[in-house]
């Protein structure tokens, strides 16, 4: 079987969380998110933002979390904005349009959106004949692996306020830009910096679960009906308790993707190291090297990970993405691997 730097959830969960599921199987407990691993979970969330009024609900994964949320944001009418490489634009498989919602796309370099971006879509023309634009729709680290920096964060929450836009942060990697090398941000400043966000677990440690965390007021309102009419809100809500419960515990969260974004350095080391190019700088979990399309054959024959764009007919940027559990002796082995095809 080939080792796997295609994702960052190819395991199952940290083992602590196994332990808490098990000894916690046959106790008791409020269903829907109010048994007490759920509400400590809550409460070290309010604590880590220094904001003790936010609402925390826990969903399944990233795609309904973003679903559910912006569903509970838009208007029928109304749009959201996103980078070109937006989860919700090119891997959801339409689930936004699917509820009649337009997303509008923004070509960026480096998956990041900014004030310039989003002018485009402000101010249309023809008025209510067309989509009216209200949620702008990040993610942290992104699908291209940078990181928003605080004053970028803090331009675009300003940007938005001004221009009666929503800002929503898809944190399904947000573990590993907080722990990024490069990065300012603190909890605190996104709490404080966006209308919605969220805290990613399936890809972070546990074996599935997001938590969604709601700052803005109007939007916290009645906020579970749209949870359970898109069958969000889970009979078992401890099932995700226990995990962010175990999660937020001693930062263990912080350390998992720590590691994770340490694996991904010491494999984009090794590309530099033998002088090859990256299509983006990334110090989170995915890195991008451009690679003949010959050493790409080379390398699939003993790992899965993907091609993410075709450079010319020579060359392509490939992706690899290492996880909370990414083994050094299997990153040792790629390396090796990878000097060997160098050197033929």
Not at 84 to 109: C, P, Q
Not at 245 to 253: G, R, S
Not at 321 to 342: C, G, H, Q, Y
Request: hydrophobic share 45%; charged share 20%.
């Amino acid at each position: 079987m080939k080792y796997s730097f295609a994702n960052d959830y190819s395991e199952g969960c940290h083992p602590s969380i196994l332990r808490a599921l098990t000894e916690s199987n046959l106790v008791q407990q409020a269903g829907y998110g109010d048994d007490s691993y759920t509400l400590n979970a809550v409460k070290a969330i309010r604590q880590m933002t220094n904001n003790p009024h936010l609402d925390v609900h826990m969903i399944a994964g990233g795609t309904l979390a973003n679903l559910t949320v912006l569903g509970a944001m838009l208007k029928p009418y109304e749009s959201v904005i996103a980078a070109d490489t937006g989860h919700i634009y090119v891997n959801e498989t339409g689930a936004i349009e699917a509820t009649g919602h337009k997303v509008e796309a923004a070509a960026t370099a480096d998956g990041k959106l900014r004030p310039e971006d989003i002018v485009q879509f402000l101010n249309k023309a023809r008025g209510h004949h067309v989509v009216k634009s209200k949620v702008v729709y990040i993610s942290n680290s992104t699908e291209l692996g940078t990181v928003y920096t605080k004053q970028e964060l803090t331009d675009l929450s300003d940007f938005c306020k001004a221009n009666d836009l929503l800002l929503f942060m898809d944190g399904a990697r947000l573990p590993m830009a907080l722990v990024a090398l490069s990065n300012d941000l603190t909890l605190a400043d996104i709490a404080a910096l966006t209308d919605v966000f969220y805290i990613g677990g399936t890809k972070c440690g546990a074996l599935l679960g997001e938590a969604v965390v709601i700052t803005n007021d109007k939007l916290k309102v009645e906020f579970k009906y749209h949870l359970k009419q898109r069958g969000a809100l889970m009979a078992k809500g401890r099932t995700m308790g226990v995990q962010f419960d175990q999660l937020l515990q001693n930062n263990l969260i912080f350390d998992l993707a720590r590691h994770a974004n340490a694996m991904a350095a010491k494999i984009g080391e090794a590309f530099i190291d033998l002088g090859y190019n990256m299509l983006i700088e990334s110090d989170t979990n995915q890195i991008f090297p451009i690679l003949p399309n010959t050493t790409i054959e080379k390398l699939q024959e003993k790992y899965a990970f993907l091609i993410w764009k075709e450079i010319d007919a020579e060359y392509s940027a490939a992706r690899f993405i290492t996880s909370w559990a990414t083994e050094e002796k299997a990153v040792d082995e790629f390396i090796e691997t990878l000097m060997r095809i160098k050197m033929r």
